[in-house]
């Protein structure tokens, strides 16, 4: 369960990025979050990934304060930012170095049959498509089993029907025992498609300064 407290964040030029954010989002949940270019959702992303410190407010993972990266919270950026000179399956193990060998091979086994790659675990990365990167990206973040995983805008670097296959692909990933997804995205369809809850970040007029709307809920 990811907890957002007033949250907020102005940056030392004095741009006033988010403030007073009020956040609950389940276990097992996927929220998107949307709005358009500079209403806040990289540093939205980015404070509750411990990458940045927020000016006010607190980030809970489960009741427990993240304030810097934090094996609880998992994040997939645009691109896949795999390590080139590592093979798919050494990627995916990447978090998991303080496990015996055996079991962090089953790990890895099982988190790339997940995604539909046991048959790419010896390729590197410049040996994918885009679409796998992304799917060896989403693995490797879900390994070491985070509480919470954070997308930011995962495939709209993907051609349309990659793109919808990972959707699909994602959506059917997302049952029994996961973590809180939260979906950053400036795309609406995808978030509708995708999400049980969609929340979206709008500046206050004449100021940068964004709130938070909590759409309807999908029926
Ligand atoms: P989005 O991801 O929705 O485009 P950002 O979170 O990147 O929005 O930016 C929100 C606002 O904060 C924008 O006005 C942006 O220019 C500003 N901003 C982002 N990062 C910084 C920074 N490091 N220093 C100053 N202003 C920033
Ligand atoms: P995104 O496409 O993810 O919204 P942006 O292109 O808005 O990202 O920003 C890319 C990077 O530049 C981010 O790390 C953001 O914090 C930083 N940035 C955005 N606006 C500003 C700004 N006004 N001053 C300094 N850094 C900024």
Known sequence: MLTLRNLGKTYEDG???LSGIELQVEAGEILAVVGGSGCGKSTL???????DRPTTGQVLVDGEPVAEPHPLVGVVFQEARLFPWLSV???VGFG???LPASERAARVTAELERVGLASAAGRLP???S???AQRVAIARALAPRPRVLLLDEPFSALDAL???GLQDQLARLWTGDRPTLVLVTHDIEEAAVLADRVVVLRPRP???DAVIDIALPRP
């Not at 992303?45 to 990458?51: D, N, V």
């Open 15 to 17: 741009t006033r990025a």
């Open 45 to 51: 992303l980015r404070l509750i990934a411990g990458l």
């Open 89 to 91: 399956a050494e990627n």
């Open 96 to 98: 998991l170095r303080h």
């Open 126 to 128: 410049r040996e994918l």
């Open 130 to 132: 885009g679409g796998m």
């Open 162 to 164: 990659t793109r919808a």
């Open 206 to 208: 004449g100021r940068v």
